[in-house]
């Protein structure tokens, strides 16, 4: 595929036309940046990058598309992890009358932050870091807590989680309003949804572009619910006796600490070795690495205060160390987010460990850990080669349920890698009723993942809702799919 | 319009053989108590009442409307208050195919808690009571706190709110899965969702069926998130210098006491002493009614005690009784829910002093008062009959601005009070940006205000949505509604 190869004549200076030529990228070394996400792995090449810096140029270049068929795949902060941001592979010639890539960077000028309404309003390729320093200046946060600094936009069309989802839900939960031009002929632009905490007069439409991975249409603006920034916050983690000690742990802290309670962090015993292996600036927090490991993180307002935490913190988990076979085996206790600095490790840990099948799953809290079990007996028959590395959300049930093939073991076998992950999400989904996708968002390299494991009835509704909304085909992802 | 007139011959015998003889009822006697709502208001007189007692059911029953022509509105606990339930009137000869009452109270039999998952999985017609006492064994609850005791479906058709809506968010939030039936040929049964704190897997059509109103589908099981409940609850009281000091204040507490602070709900002064006038069983918090209240509310777990929260809450809020020209007049504190009852006493001390219009309307909530300042001296100059008594819950900016027609002004003029009604929505939506529907939803009694207030092409796509989703009619709400 050569570069503009596809595109009609002409379109180029029409674009051009729109956002001005410096903002449209078709030479190789400009587009390459482009062309990378969150997991370091290219798309296809575009016939060019797009950069438009407001809503009206966004609406002009998809009335352009609707016009010519070029395609139009949106793209936010590239940090997505399921390739709904990149350009299309593979497009085989004729298939297309071009495809670009449609940039949102510079759609990031507003960040309107209402401190009485606890909310902001930001354009679509506002960074999360950029809204949360706006945030803080008024003792509030975005509460969507991320290792990646990805753009608002992205947020939404992913839906992104995270470790506080416990406590503050997700982006859907925290979105009140947006901004946004539909995939249709003239490229309308829609307000649905209002700055307000309570709002209920009509259909909630703007519910459709949340996790639709910018298939459904472009948002250009949102407005979302801040929270109060904690002015205590102090961190636990807690080694246990085995896996099977986290459930009670954390049904037992939600019963005694209430909505104070903001995270809930599991860690297994190979995942925590490989980040205090391969990450120099860790510290051991134990003595041995325990079979599993819970991080618990509590926070507060100001009229509490860290030392008061502390000891009731202490007073619940104390006699869960006291006992004969007793469910704690240690506790590190932190007030300054250096804990935290284990559990964000952990993923560079894995990737020096080896290849990493990685697996975004959720399921009923209380299935975790039987999941885990039953899921590393079957691994061990079926690819003895791969060792769970899992760690995640376990307070709400999200698993990185991550299988590494070791260096030790030789070049990893694609093949093998592909099926265990196929063999773990029939696991989640067929036997325990959970998900193949609990926080990335769906996307081209989970999409056979969609097909297979969504009923087909809602598959071909969704589809149906989908050429409704966004008639003029947008970004990657087919809601319809069939398999 | 006389009983069964309008259902083609033999209806009455089908729908006898889907559900069986007892539950279709079709003598006066027997439909008069479905005929009437929350309000105490009747809608028209169906051709006969409906009792399905499970999914199957539903699907015929529906299936059986779209090929006879009959219209099923769909009816739970019947506390709604806009008529989404309500059997239609005015119907024209010749319209219809006839019209029956779908209620769902038999739908009752399952309420699943799931406790480590923190999670019910109920039939749409099991009451919030029966959903609350069930997940009490567990130490849960569901946190929409209302005065009505609705059925879950009935929750989720409106998406109701309520008083601790500033914590836990409406029912959409909460809501995870539910099982439905489309209104098509066939009554096409779809499971969406699933039993998960955190799902990404596609788009989440379940959102078109929130605060629906019953016309976009037929929800007959539903999972809902369950909370812990709070071991701790104190609330004060707070008597404020005047009504401008309830914002700041409610930041401070937040500042102070984070996710801690469950409720923040105002109250007028004509709101209260009409409830302590009227309500023989009210004790006066305070020597004299202040010019406005605000009742606070914290919730905390097992580990914090009651006492400690007191003493904490005095000493964030007594140096604003100390200042010269102090925020706060006076406190009331409570352990035991006593203050709650004069929140919960001031609709029915409303309705004793006279007519009451309803407005159910949100603001941003630094604009709460700014509008109720603006909205005071317009209705003292156009409508100086009706006198504000408004309450509700400001720590979410949900207002109940509820306009008092005092019986000793003589009979209520009802021209006036819809001139003021329309006057006050149209003060808060297109001067202040609100909502005319903060929390009861769109229905019969307030689609003229959705056709005025939400944007013509909006109203138009979510037509489509609904035909698309619901193509045999459904309810009494056309979301397509043009003027």
Redesign the interface.
């Given at each position: 595929m050569s570069v503009g190869s596809s595109l009609i004549p002409g379109l180029i200076d029409r674009m051009c036309g729109v956002v001005g030529p410096d903002h449209v990228l078709t030479i190789p070394d400009d587009i390459a940046p482009y062309r990378f996400d969150g997991r370091g792995e290219g798309g296809g090449v575009p016939d060019a990058v797009v950069r438009p810096d407001c809503a009206q140029q966004v609406s002009a270049l998809v009335a352009l598309a609707a016009e010519t068929g070029m395609r139009i795949v949106v793209q936010g902060g590239r940090t997505g992890l399921m390739g709904a941001g990149l350009s299309r592979e593979n497009v085989q010639p004729g298939e297309s009358g071009g495809d670009i890539v449609l940039n949102l960077d510079r759609l990031n000028r507003h960040i309107d932050i209402?401190?009485?309404?606890?909310?902001a309003t930001v354009d679509a390729g506002v960074r999360l870091s950029a809204l949360n320093a706006a945030a803080a200046e008024h003792?509030l946060f975005f509460p969507i807590d991320l290792g990646a600094d990805p753009s608002i936009g992205g947020m939404i069309a992913?839906?992104t989680?995270g470790a506080r989802?416990?406590?503050y839900?997700?982006v859907?939960?925290n979105l009140m309003a947006v901004d946004m031009v539909r995939a249709d002929a003239a490229g309308?632009m829609?307000?649905?949804g209002?700055?307000?905490?309570?709002?209920?007069?009509?259909?909630?439409?703007k519910?459709?572009l949340?996790?639709?991975g910018g298939s459904?249409g472009i948002v250009t603006r949102a407005t979302v619910a801040l929270q109060?920034l904690?002015?205590v916050q102090m961190t636990a983690l807690v080694a246990l006796r085995d896996a099977d000690a986290a459930?009670p742990l954390l049904?037992e802290l939600?019963?005694?600490?209430?909505?104070?309670l903001t995270a809930f962090e599991g860690i297994s015993a190979h995942a925590m070795t490989a980040a205090l292996t391969h990450v120099q600036t860790l510290r051991a927090p134990f003595a041995a690495v325990p079979d599993y490991a819970v991080l618990i993180e509590l926070?507060?307002?100001?009229?509490?205060d860290a030392a008061m935490l502390e000891e009731?913190?202490g007073?619940?988990l104390e006699p869960m160390m006291m006992a004969v076979d007793a469910a704690i085996v240690d506790i590190a206790i932190d007030h300054r987010g250096r804990l935290w600095a284990i559990r964000h490790a952990l993923t560079e840990g894995l990737r020096a460990a080896g290849a990493v099948v990685a697996c975004d799953i959720?399921?009923?809290?209380?299935d975790v850990m039987r999941f885990r079990s039953a899921m590393a007996a079957r691994l061990g028959t079926e690819t003895p080669a791969l060792v769970p590395h899992d760690f995640g959300?376990i307070g709400?049930?999200?698993l990185h349920y991550n299988l590494v093939w070791p260096r030790h073991a030789g070049p990893p076998d694609q093949a093998v890698m592909d099926h265990a992950r196929a063999s773990v999400f029939a696991c989640v989904v067929d036997e325990f009723?959970?998900?193949?996708?609990?926080?990335?968002?769906?996307g081209p390299r989970n999409i056979k993942h969609?097909a297979r494991?969504?009923?087909s009835?809602?598959?071909r509704?969704?589809g149906?809702?989908?050429r409704?909304?966004a008639p003029v085909p947008l970004g990657r992802i087919d809601?319809g799919t069939m398999e």
């Open positions: 209402d401190p009485a309404n606890r909310t003792g992913a839906n989680g989802l416990l406590r839900g997700d859907r939960t309308t829609l307000s649905l209002a700055p307000l905490w309570k709002n209920n007069s009509g259909l909630d439409l519910q459709l949340v996790g639709s459904m109060p904690p002015s459930l049904l939600e019963a005694q600490f209430g909505t104070l926070s507060a307002g100001a009229a509490l009731k913190l007073t619940v959720a399921l009923r809290r209380g959300h709400d049930g999200g009723g959970g998900s193949f996708s609990a926080e990335h968002g769906v969609y494991f969504v009923a009835d809602v598959r509704l969704s149906e809702v989908q409704l909304l809601f």
